[in-house]
């Protein structure tokens, strides 16, 4: 009797471990292969959409930190230059936001949301010429490169302005979008007057906080217009 419970006892937990081994196994290929589809979904999206979408003025290919020679590369090999590489971009961000905030405009129902694109436009023309002079200061090209991030931001405001139907609803949307714009340029000026500070040029630190102060304010002014008549209006319609 002892014999048998001692050869018997082990035979069901080798068995349960045997069978618990394939099935933690087989739920790891089950993530990996719905992740792969969404990533070819995404890309196969934004295909699509830069389909639709009118042409650009200028070409929607990047050219980052290009040097004399049209089309060559220049890589970044210090502090200054990766500075540099930040205002370059955000040359390219206000004068991509300086076009979306026009259509914004445009598309915007509500009085007081079509004035706050309005005035943020203004903002953002003013806020390109400061970038512009600092890197008059360091005599390099302001214009060399498109920035994706606020490409890809602005496609995806296009693209809301197509789906949604019913002024309320597309308000709301405006304001949805406007605010992702918002918290990118946020994060944008946040970098460039940081890495100006490193550098101890403190002049053009505290233009890069003027602009991210406006930043700031435009955000926080957006919330409440949301908050207030236009989602209430969209979520009535």
Do not use: W
Request: aromatic share 2%; with cysteine.
């Amino acid at each position: 009797m002892r014999t048998a419970l001692k050869t018997s006892a082990p035979a069901p937990i080798k068995s349960i471990q045997l069978d618990m081994v394939p099935r933690r196994a087989a739920a790891r290929p089950r993530l990996t292969d719905s992740a792969e589809p969404c990533g070819l979904r995404f890309v196969e999206n934004n295909r699509e959409m830069r389909q639709r979408l009118s042409a650009p003025a200028e070409p929607m290919v990047p050219q980052i930190c290009t040097s004399s020679k049209k089309g060559t590369a220049m890589e970044l090999s210090s502090f200054k230059d990766m500075y540099i590489a930040e205002l370059q971009e955000l040359v390219s961000v206000e004068e991509q936001l300086t076009a979306a905030l026009l259509r914004m405009a445009q598309m915007a129902s509500h009085s007081a949301l079509r004035d706050a694109f309005i005035r943020h436009r203004e903002e953002t023309q003013v806020q390109k010429d400061r970038l512009e002079s600092i890197l008059q200061r360091h005599r390099v090209e302001p214009k060399v490169h498109t920035d994706q991030a606020m490409q890809a931001l602005v496609h995806e405001t296009e693209k809301m302005l197509e789906i949604l139907k019913g002024n309320e609803l597309r308000d709301a949307g405006l304001i949805a979008s406007a605010q992702k714009l918002e918290h990118y340029e946020i994060a944008a000026y946040g970098t460039a007057a940081a890495l100006a500070g490193q550098l101890e040029l403190r002049d053009e630190q505290r233009k890069l906080h003027a602009s991210l102060e406006e930043e700031k304010k435009t955000d926080l002014l957006l919330t409440p217009m949301a908050q207030g008549a236009v989602n209430r209006d969209a979520l009535a319609a």
